[in-house]
């Protein structure tokens, strides 16, 4: 390698082990942290980044003292854990990442943020002599379920810690810098925007493949290349006259039938031109294992004989501890045969060990095609030569929407391996509605804000009050990024109320001046239009008021009609909820959709048209059950009534007495008869409206201001409410809910304090418990009573109401509600953790009618076992928290014991 003399001190003799030379970025932010600096670096992909953090390793070990270096995700941590012991060996370096702990005592650890969030709110002896730490990927701040976690321990750790804060290329890496050096001191930020490796951007039309850009052009402006352009209209001309005269569309015009390019023959042109090995992106898991199945359907094959030794030796490694049993219902033979000839899926739904596998076979370069989902994006190092997007548009969830820059972005950064591509390829796959010069705006654009996701909950409140009190607790909340990006947005507020003072005095000038009539004029039509907005608004309230009356008194059988919306027609009641002012009953509609439906779905009052009988119990996730109820419903001879005038109490304007005072007031005042007064009501209006758009500015930057501290407050209010906290301290019942990490924190914690889980067996545990974790990934709701024995009924619906009491309390004090329990991994974990088979467990998680992934079903098992796991540590009560040590040991078998990472 080549020594750079220029270097001294740790920073030269670290780079001498080095194989190849710094990169500037890398010199300059090492450089900044052998002078003691904290440093951010924002760099692309696969740029080097980790670099820096490998050094703070070693100034730690030089100086004697610790380093923790943080990863989002275990397989992150792993990865890493695996390298630093290849460089610094096994007795210099651990691994804490709750699943495992390896040599906890050594002076480099490598563990996930989560684990050293919960070591900061414990004060645990391991943080002595911690020098450095390394957070990795710490743009995950934003993640909407997570980040809160990132900013918890910049927050928390100790000032003398130096932190080594490595991101993503983000677009506001200054502001972040900045927020970073107030509350950490000192910190130099970093930012790199040159890739290692040169990324081309093209478009594939049917197989020919286009450059996206002209690059010949000498011009500063990005140019859509234009033989791209030339041929795209070309081939839509084709198509539109090969259409025209052949069978016509549903609306009588020509057929638009367009075919993509079977994924076999892509996979081939990319091997004839040289870009495998690639990773196509489809966003969704069906797709991808649509997508192999059709390339091992063909007969493309991608992999090589003197390999699948190798292969088979790696397969072996990963899979090796599976039950031989369960390898069928794995689909383990099929997959086993993609990776022979090099054909792979990556994907969540994937089994753990499997999707491991993957990994390291496409690094080896013994698997060269996988088709994925974007989550391989985030993280994981899994690098390609090309990446491939067959779609510019992704479901988020709610709706289809368009990749933005950021995610374009993202996505394309795994094209190019530093030290073995001499550059990466980006190739989007072209169809009718692409238009080319919107893909190279995706891919010229470098916007990726970093937005904070910072907010307190039920567990960081107490674990800070506990720690320094509600006053310091405040104060520090008001130091998080999330407050520090909203103070920043009422720079921009204020300055527009200042912009509107102005105006609003130059319109004051044309109406007379302050002390004028005109003004108090203008002022009585705004209280007169603003009654009007008042009464409405009631009206509305007292028809929203009279619909939730009305749904509280419905009961189970009761059959109503849902008058508008998707969901419109007739629809039984399963489940009654009685929840003051916003009811959520559960209902079966004859069109068979089943869940919960509210006052926004009433604009009337509901009745009930009539009864039905219903089975003492009703499991409305199962597609039978819900067929059967349905027809059983459309068979009552009920009929939904047409739309009627709305009832409710109206505050009728006509009777209104303020409202008839003030426009006599008006009728009487002497501008009403100015010939003017048209003229001036129109200056009048604008000048109400600016008015109005100031005071709401004002409000904003009051709502602003301190708003994490102010929701802070009303968690401490509820918390007291419920003896969590008791004149400024923490009680017992505090202190158990600290050591509570999960999304439904305070309802575990109520749950365990009110004794409902007490009695239950092990696998019964297991069930109940699942309900606070699992998510379902479609629409249901809980399904009361229903559950596999009679205990799990019990403890599920006594559950649903304390979660329903928790939900009413924090609505009471303005805060977001815990989410509902959901049953959906109930009988799956229940039949798992009792010692059934694989098959009958991932059958009886399935969703309508589609059994659960064997990636769902492990992931899912893990966190029922992290939830068990804390619920044994945290139980007074001590046969429950042998119940649950129990149920742990009955979930972690097979499948879910294997590749634990």
């Not at 080097?48 to 397989?75: D, M, Q, R």
């Not at 899979?319 to 000839?341: C, F, I, K, N, S």
């Not at 520090?484 to 000038?509: M, P, T």
């Not at 009832?647 to 003030?662: H, P, Q, S, V």
């Amino acid at each position: 390698m080549t020594h750079d003399r220029s270097l001294t001190g740790e920073l030269a003799r670290f780079a001498a082990r080095l194989s190849f030379a710094l990169d500037p970025f890398q010199r300059d932010a090492c450089a900044a942290l052998e002078a003691g600096h904290g440093v951010l670096v924002c760099a692309p992909t696969g740029a080097g980044k980790t670099v820096v953090g490998e050094f703070a390793v070693h100034l730690a070990l030089a100086s004697g003292g610790k380093c923790f270096y943080t990863t989002p995700i275990k397989a992150l941590s792993n990865q890493k854990f695996a390298d630093l012991v290849e460089r610094h060996g096994r007795e210099s370096v651990g691994l804490l990442t709750g699943d495992q702990s390896v040599n906890p005592t050594a002076p480099v650890l490598v563990m996930t943020t989560e684990v050293l969030r919960n070591m900061l709110y414990a004060s645990s002896d391991t943080l002595r002599a911690l020098s450095y730490v390394v957070m990795d990927e710490v743009h995950y701040l934003a993640d909407r379920f997570r980040g809160a976690v990132w900013e918890e321990v910049i927050l928390h750790l100790p000032q003398e810690v130096r932190l080594v804060s490595l991101s993503a290329t983000v677009s506001n890496a200054e502001e972040f810098g900045a927020w970073m050096e107030t509350v950490r001191g000192d910190t130099a930020v970093v930012v790199d925007e040159n890739r290692p490796v040169p990324l081309w951007q093209h478009v594939m039309v049917g197989r020919r493949l286009f450059d996206l850009f002209d690059t010949s052009s000498s011009e500063q402006k990005i140019i859509v290349d234009e033989d791209l352009v030339r041929y795209i209209r070309q081939r839509e001309s084709a198509d539109r006259m090969n259409n025209w005269g052949g069978p016509r569309g549903r609306g009588g015009g020509p057929r638009r039938d367009f075919r993509p390019l079977p994924r076999p023959e892509v996979l081939a042109q990319l091997d004839e031109e040289g870009l495998l090995p690639a990773i196509t992106f489809i966003f969704s898991r069906a797709g991808c294992d649509g997508a192999l199945a059709q390339c091992v359907r063909s007969r493309l094959d991608l992999g090589r004989q003197d390999e699948l030794a190798e292969v088979d030796r790696i397969i072996e490694r990963h899979t090796g501890d599976l039950p031989r049993g369960d390898l069928e219902v794995l689909g383990y033979w099929e997959w086993r045969e993609a990776l022979h000839r090099g054909l792979a899926a990556h994907h969540a739904g994937m089994l753990p060990a499997f999707r491991h596998t993957v990994e390291e076979l496409f690094v080896r370069g013994l698997v060269r095609a996988v088709f994925a989902t974007e989550t391989l994006a985030l993280g994981i190092n899994m690098p390609a030569r090309t990446v491939v997007l067959e779609r510019l548009v992704k479901f988020n969830g709610e709706s289809h929407a368009e990749l933005t820059p950021g995610e374009y972005t993202q996505l394309t950064g795994r094209a190019g391996r530093r030290g073995i591509d001499v550059e990466g390829h980006a190739v989007v796959l072209w169809q009718p509605q692409v238009d080319a010069s919107a893909v190279a705006g995706l891919a010229s654009t470098r916007t990726y804000p970093l937005r904070s996701s910072f907010r307190p909950g039920y567990n960081m409140s107490i674990n800070l009050i506990d720690r320094m009190g509600a006053a310091e607790s405040r104060e520090l909340l008001e130091r998080s990024f999330a407050q520090f990006q909203a103070d920043r947005s009422v720079v921009g507020l204020v300055r527009g109320i200042e912009r509107n003072q102005g105006q609003l005095a130059k319109l004051r000038d044309q109406l007379g001046g302050a002390g004028g009539g005109v003004l108090e004029y203008i002022a009585l039509r705004e209280r007169i239009a603003q009654r009007e907005r008042q009464l409405n608004q009631q009206r509305r309230a007292d028809r929203r008021g009279a619909a939730a009356d009305a749904l509280v008194a419905l009961q189970r059988g009761d059959v109503v009609a849902i008058p508008a919306g998707r969901r419109a027609g007739l629809a039984v009641i399963l489940e009654p909820d009685a929840t003051p002012g916003d009811p959520r009953p559960l209902v079966l509609t004859e069109d068979k959709w089943a869940g919960r439906i509210s006052v926004a779905d009433f604009p009337s009052p509901a009745e009930a048209l009539g009864r039905m009988r219903l089975p003492r119990r009703v499991d409305h996730r199962t597609a039978r059950a819900r067929r059967d109820l349905a027809s059983a419903l459309r068979s009552t001879g009920i009929a939904a009534p047409g739309r009627g005038r709305r009832t409710g109490n109206r505050a009728d304007a006509a009777d209104d007495r303020e409202l008839a005072t003030l426009r006599r007031t008006l009728r009487a005042h002497p501008a009403h008869h100015r010939p003017d007064r048209e003229q001036l009501c129109r200056v009048g209006e604008r000048y109400s409206r600016l008015e109005r758009e100031t005071e709401s500015m004002r409000q904003q930057v009051a709502a602003t201001t301190n708003s994490l501290a102010r929701t802070f407050d009303r968690i401490v209010g509820l918390l007291a409410e419920r003896g969590y906290v008791a004149d400024g301290e923490v009680t017992a019942d505090g202190r158990r809910l600290a050591r509570i990490y999960t999304e439904s924190d305070l309802l575990v914690s109520e749950c365990l304090r009110q004794g409902i889980w007490r009695g239950l067996g092990p696998a019964e545990l297991a069930a109940v418990v699942s309900a606070l974790v699992y998510e379902s990934r479609q629409e249901v709701g809980l399904i009361g009573a229903a559950g596999p024995t009679q205990p799990i009924r019990r403890a599920l619906n006594a559950t649903l109401a304390v979660w329903t009491a928790l939900r009413a309390d924090e609505a009471a004090h303005r805060l977001a509600p815990t989410r509902e329990p959901d049953p959906g991994f109930v009988g799956t974990v229940y039949l798992w953790a009792r010692g059934d088979g694989l098959a009958d467990a991932l059958l009886a998680g399935g969703e309508q009618s589609s059994p659960l992934s064997a990636g769902d079903f492990v992931r899912w098992c893990r966190q029922v076992i992290d939830l068990l796991d804390q619920i044994h540590g945290t139980a007074d009560d001590v046969e429950l928290a042998a119940t649950a040590a129990k149920a742990v040991r009955a979930i972690r078998r097979g499948v879910v014991a294997v590749d634990a990472a």
